[in-house]
């Protein structure tokens, strides 16, 4: 069996830890926490691996992953490569979606194959990422010698790895962060619309989320662009400048900044004169 370290116990580290152990493939190694009780909680959960408080008693692994908050991968790198605890030749890799395998350069100086490796899935309940983790896509670059341990990582632990162009942790994190996060943004900002509109809660829950599912669907299943529909995409500058007047200013700005991307998104389907309009109706 392939050994595997867990340097840092929380929600992602024990989630990934208990994958690995229950694939059957790797076999949970150290478990390394800052507190006595953080570690024995997380190898409880994992069902694995020595509980360990002190860097220094980490055994040797074929794989290290190090699972602690972004800000803090840097300085344990450092640590671990000052105790010089793991092998030249055994993989290191971290799981930040935006920080680069760079972080780790200190077990690189030492012949370690470092890398990062991405798991585009929210960990906020490990018994609930386990059952769910399945298909996930999983973002990787570093190292290419650390390519093959960490492909084949990902699939026995259910994931789908895929290769990042280097340099492109940035940009990658920055797409998931439109996709995700800005998703939520923008139901905010149409709930807030709808209230307007003296929809309740619940009502205006159900509505936008039935209608964003669907666009959703389209747009993956035609293209942004094919999928594109409403207003805008039909030149229809009027409506856009009735839509302003119910907004407040901070919402009204909102509104505007999309609706300027989205006349560059309808661009080819529209006239100059219907661009121009629009232009001016979003001003």
């Not at 899935?121 to 386990?130: I, L, T």
Request: hydrophobic content about 55%.
């Amino acid at each position: 069996m392939i050994t595997l370290n867990i340097v840092g116990g929380g929600r992602l580290g024990r989630s990934l830890a208990r994958l690995a152990q229950d694939g059957g493939r790797y076999r949970i190694a150290g478990v390394l926490c800052r507190s006595p009780a953080s570690a024995q909680a997380a190898v409880a959960f994992i069902g694995a691996g020595q509980a360990l408080c002190d860097a220094a008693q980490l055994p040797p692994a074929a794989l290290t992953l190090i699972a602690v908050p972004d800000g803090e991968i840097a300085a344990v790198a450092a640590q671990l490569a000052a105790l010089d605890l793991l092998p030249a030749g055994s993989v290191a890799f971290h799981a930040s979606g935006a920080g680069e395998a760079a972080l780790l350069a200190p077990l690189a100086a030492r012949g370690v194959r470092c890398a990062s490796l991405h798991p585009a899935f929210s960990f906020a309940d490990p018994a609930r990422a386990v059952a769910g983790f399945a298909g996930t896509r999983c973002a990787l670059e570093g190292d290419a010698a650390a390519f093959p341990a960490l492909q084949a990582w990902a699939a026995a632990i259910g994931g789908q790895a895929f290769l990042l162009a280097p340099g492109g942790k940035a940009a990658y994190h920055a797409a998931l962060s439109v996709a995700s996060n800005y998703l939520v943004t923008l139901h905010a900002l149409a709930a807030r619309i709808a209230a307007g509109a003296g929809i309740d809660e619940a009502t205006a829950a159900a509505l936008l989320g039935d209608l964003m599912r669907k666009t959703l669907e389209n747009s993956l299943a035609l293209g942004p662009a094919a999928a594109l529909t409403g207003p805008v995409a039909r030149g229809d500058a009027g409506t856009v400048a009735m839509h302003r007047q119910v907004l407040s200013a901070a919402d009204d700005a909102l509104y505007c900044a999309l609706g300027r991307a989205t006349v560059d998104l309808a661009a080819p389907r529209l006239t100059a004169a219907a661009q121009a309009a629009l232009g001016a109706a979003l001003s």
